[in-house]
């Protein structure tokens, strides 16, 4: 597997986009995100860290190096909790992860509001007893 395929399927694992990668990792537009995909670019180096960053991986799988034990816990971590929460659940949590600190407060404000509602009651009493 090339860097970029590896790119493209952790991207596409975290169900992020071209534009929301570039924007991360400092590029102006999707177009070197598509071009390094496609194996017609090459990731800069200075951009290897931030692209494991954006991507929740480290730069060895980035780069196709060895998979260290990092690597093999994070696996392991995914799938303990997919099997755990459901695929769904770590969608959710991936997305979430990927923004910022100002959005992530506001996702946090708005599921506390939504919790709010009386539907709920009985469900966050059982999660604090």
């Known amino acids: ?39 017609i670019q090459e990731l800069r180096q200075s951009k290897i860290k931030q692209s494991a960053d954006a991507l929740q991986t480290t730069p060895a799988y980035i780069m196709g190096w060895k998979e260290t034990e990092e690597d093999q816990q994070l696996k392991k971590c995914r799938e ?17 992860l990927t923004l910022d600190e100002s959005d992530k407060n506001v996702v946090k404000t708005m599921i506390e509001s939504l919790l709010s509602a009386e539907k709920y009651s009985v469900k966050k009493e059982s999660l604090n007893a």
Request: some cysteine; glycine content about 8%.
């Open 1 to 39: 597997m090339t860097i970029g395929e590896r790119i493209k399927a952790r991207r596409d694992e975290l169900g992020m986009s071209q534009e929301e990668l570039a924007h991360k990792i400092g590029y102006k537009s999707k177009t070197s995100i598509n071009k390094i995909e496609l194996g």
């Open 80 to 96: 303990l909790f997919k099997k755990c929460h459901g695929s769904d659940a770590y969608d959710v949590v991936s997305l979430y």
